[in-house]
């Protein structure tokens, strides 16, 4: 680990508490804005990326960092420097005028996307001014006090103050697998960071309990700053990300060979070397699909906001493609397959009998304990303050905070009499195994095994009509300063709190569309069997197998991958658990998203390809997650996977289109420069060319989409890439040749008719096949955008008006005969037709492969 930079506060863990106030020159009262403005200024935002270049100069300087590019701008500075000044400016001009295009169509869909991102920042409670406020951790400076609870993250290195049970997960940083409690105080000099238990860390996060810290340490200088390019590990390549890097490296092979192919022929042929120079290069932009960085931007932020209009925010644009992808989604049952709104339906005494008694007892409970902010708390809350029962002028002396091995939370609290009771309330099972005794109507009795049946039969009576069932129990206690676990033995079973979430009306018609879509529905809870199981009978899920922990905990690995694609419900499973049961299936070939949103759903989020979390979920879900829901609505979901299909459609469709037209109109060009005596176009043609028939392909990012490219999850395929390249780019080079012999007939030895017949020819077959090959359907049936079609006639007509126009001798283009005009028109019209037939087969392929099956026999 690296020591603190110089400028850091010397083992700010050991100083006293005023020594560090008067250090950082800050009060327990907090900072004021102006003077947090101030420091901000001095120290920098709160964030770990140091220097941050504005994203339109990022976005803008990449534009122009291209190898291909650079190698054209060379290429131009040359002629110019021979004085080929009209050749060089268009050249220049043609590049420049790519480049903004795609910037400024990159930059409004970046732009968009980062404010629909800013929308589920994380933030942290600071006091600033005298008040508690709700700040972006960016803001955050040295001086700042911050308050922490349950499912926050820590926003910077900090040292406690004050603390309640604050228990803080630190394992990132120190390996250590149980949380840590902290509290105030100070620690030797020279503790380790483990050892430092008055101390906060940036990245860390807040199980249980309730502290407040005052800021240390900001950005690259705390310990996770420190050691960041260590624990900063690159995302994992999505599929369709690694698709893409494979694509780009086949592409550069083939490119490569064909440009130093060309190149050293041209020169031993002695053709003029600064032409040649340009032709290969133009001819190496050609080849490569160069918008589609920004096609893939567009597109996806696209997705984004439609999303985002539909109540989805998008954390990871390409996470996108991987949501179209998915084929099985888990998820709890709350607030997903119920409706979310959980109330006490009663609080009744071992026999099952009502008990004020009980709701007394639990209502003390839930509102002392400083833990975790769940809804059951809130149910009893609410109900205790609707039958009268007010517990606040009951004293708290301590608190044994819950976690996920006991199950169960424990208050002790100063009674009106002066004695002090612990009451803990949590799962039955783990409440029964620390009662030894039962309240009855003649007082307490020994726990016996026929006592304990019967508390467990109506346990699992409640569960069958869908309650969720937490027991209570209490023991009197002596006062004192710390209490544990031990402490929750010999207790005396009070009661049981009765909670009943309906099931979502609706949901039933979701699962059906999702159903529908290709994906499957797991639910994973920690609920038991039971309640689980009649949830989903209440809305029609089918349950093919079920699965609990304790079972799951008897399966190897080898076992779970084989039972978990067949497992519908998974149930009673342990936080640990469910980061198992995601690998398992992401094993066994599905890409799986997964739905969390506590604290102990992080790991899960993080193991599955599609992390979903709720904008009310805890810090730690959120920020694990790809995608956060505004409302907790497994039908957001629904649509969320048929916009990622869509997204995914439409980036294809690019893909395909311009890597097969691209690589057809090389290849011919290519061919050709070895045996024409001249050079089939010159590089400002094949440049202007190339961007007049990349206008249209913008528009494929808001294209409509054929109910065959939803139906089903698909895949990426490198391999069908390439076979689709080769069999369209190849019959796009068989009708180059009946172009050249058509030219030739007709042109004689006319190099610029020449160059100008086959310029429109190749422009018009670029911008009409991208109306057949955008669909599945016969093009006829299928409609395309407005912006796409649009763009598509507007450069029809350029291509065909351009050889007439002012400019055309600009690009070295003379105007052509009708009978020429006439015969580059029916060859392109001859492609396209040829083009719709030959793409049945290969798009029939396309839905072996998971590309989007429709719903009948394929045409």
């Known amino acids: 680990m690296k020591s603190p930079p110089a400028d850091s506060v010397a083992s700010w863990w050991a100083l006293s508490e005023p020594d560090l106030l008067k250090v950082l020159d800050a009060t327990a009262g907090g900072l004021s804005t102006a003077e947090a403005a101030r420091r901000l200024t001095e120290t920098g935002p709160n964030t770990l990326a140091g220097h941050v270049t504005p994203m339109w100069l990022q976005l803008l300087v990449s534009r122009f960092t291209s190898p291909l590019v650079l190698i054209l701008i060379v290429a131009a500075g040359v002629s110019l420097a021979v004085r080929q000044w009209l050749d060089a400016w268009i050249v220049l001009g043609i590049v420049v005028l790519t480049a903004v295009l795609s910037f400024v169509q990159e930059y409004r869909a970046a732009a968009a996307v980062q404010a629909l991102r800013q929308r ?8 600033r001014d005298g008040g508690m406020q709700k700040l972006p951790v960016e803001s955050i400076v040295p001086g700042d006090i911050v308050e922490l609870s349950a499912g926050s993250l820590v926003p910077a290195d900090a040292r406690v103050l004050e603390a309640r049970d604050c228990y803080v997960s630190q394992a990132m940083l120190t390996g250590e697998s149980l949380p840590v409690a902290k509290q105030p105080g100070e620690c030797p000099g020279g503790a380790s960071l483990a050892q430092r238990d008055n101390s906060v860390f940036m990245g860390t996060s807040v199980r249980s309990g309730w502290a407040r810290a005052i800021v240390v340490e900001t950005g690259m200088r705390t310990v996770f700053g420190g050691i960041a390019e260590r624990l900063r590990r690159r995302p994992l390549e999505t599929e369709f990300e690694l698709g893409l890097r494979r694509l780009g490296n086949f592409l550069v092979r083939l490119m490569l060979t064909v440009v130093i192919v060309v190149l050293a022929a041209n020169i031993v042929l002695h053709r003029p070397m600064i032409d040649t120079l340009l032709f290969a290069a133009a001819l190496a932009v050609g080849l490569s699909p160069e918008l589609l960085p920004a ?47 959980i109330a006490l339906d009663a609080a009744v005494d071992p026999d099952g009998s009502p008990s004020k008694e009980v709701l007394h007892f639990a209502a003390m409970n839930a509102v002392m304990q400083a833990g975790i902010h769940n809804a059951l708390d809130d149910a009893i809350k609410e109900r205790a303050t609707a039958d009268g029962i007010d517990v606040q002028a009951t004293e708290k002396i301590g608190e044994i905070p819950f976690d996920f091995q006991r199950r169960r939370l424990g208050v002790v609290a100063r009674l009106d009499g002066g004695d002090a009771v612990l009451v803990t309330k949590g799962a039955v099972a783990n409440v029964l195994d620390a009662c030894t005794r039962v309240s009855t109507e003649a007082g307490d009795a020994t726990m016996d095994d026929a006592r304990k049946a019967d508390a467990t039969a109506r346990f699992i009576a409640w569960s069958e009509q869908g309650y969720r069932v937490l027991a209570l129990a209490r023991r009197r206690v002596d006062v004192r300063d710390h209490y544990d676990a031990r402490d929750e033995a010999d207790m005396t079973l009070l009661g049981f709190l009765l909670f009943f979430d309906a099931p979502e009306p609706q949901v039933a018609a979701t699962l059906a569309g999702l159903q529908a879509l290709g994906v499957q529905v797991k639910i994973v809870t920690g609920d038991n069997r039971y309640v689980a199981r009649h949830v989903a009978r209440s809305i029609g899920m089918p349950v093919q197998e079920e699965m609990t922990g304790e079972a799951l905990r008897q399966l190897n690995n080898d076992a779970l991958w084989h039972r978990a694609s067949k497992t519908t419900l998974f149930a009673e499973i342990e936080p640990n658990q469910k980061e198992r049961i995601i690998a398992a299936l992401r094993h066994a070939g599905h890409v799986v998203g997964f739905l969390g949103d506590g604290i102990n759903d992080a790991p899960a989020l993080h193991a599955a390809d599609v992390g979903i979390s709720v904008d009310t979920a805890v810090d730690v879900a959120k920020d694990a997650a790809d995608f956060v829901l505004l409302r907790h609505d497994l039908d957001v979901i629904r649509k969320g996977v048929d916009e990622g299909r869509r997204t995914f459609a439409n980036t294809i469709k690019y893909i395909f289109i311009a890597t097969s037209g691209n690589f057809g109109n090389m290849l011919s060009m290519a061919a050709a420069s070895l045996f024409l005596p001249f050079l089939p176009l010159l590089a400002k043609q094949i440049l202007l060319n190339n ?30 890439i390439r076979r689709a390249m080769l069999t369209f780019g190849l019959t796009s080079s068989a009708f180059d040749l009946i172009t050249f012999v058509t030219l030739f007939s007709l042109a004689g030895a006319s190099e610029e008719t020449f160059r100008t017949g086959w310029f429109v020819e190749s422009l018009l077959t670029e911008l009409w096949v991208l109306l057949v090959l955008r669909t599945y359907r016969p093009f006829f049936r299928s409609r395309p955008g407005r912006v796409l079609l649009a763009a598509a006639l507007l450069m029809t007509f350029v291509a065909l008006a351009l050889p007439y126009s002012v400019v055309a001798s600009w690009f070295g283009l003379v105007a052509l005969s009708w009978k020429t005009i006439g015969a580059v028109t029916l060859i392109a019209v001859l492609f396209v037709a040829t083009c719709e037939v030959i793409k049945r087969p290969v798009y029939r392929h396309l839905t072996d492969v998971g590309y989007g099956r429709p719903p009948g026999p394929p045409p």
């Open 120 to 127: 589920v920042a994380v933030s942290a409670q600071v006091l």
């Open 295 to 341: 096609i893939l931007t567009v597109t996806l932020s696209h997705g984004a906001r439609a999303m985002a209009r539909e109540g989805v925010i998008v954390k990871r644009l390409n996470a996108i493609e991987n949501l179209g992808s998915m084929d099985v989604l888990c998820t709890d049952k709350t607030g997903t397959l119920t409706n979310g709104v």
């Open 691 to 720: 961007f007049l028939g990349d206008v249209p392909s913008l528009g494929i990012a808001t294209d409509r989409v054929d109910d065959e490219w939803r139906s089903t999850p698909h895949r990426w395929d490198i391999g069908l």
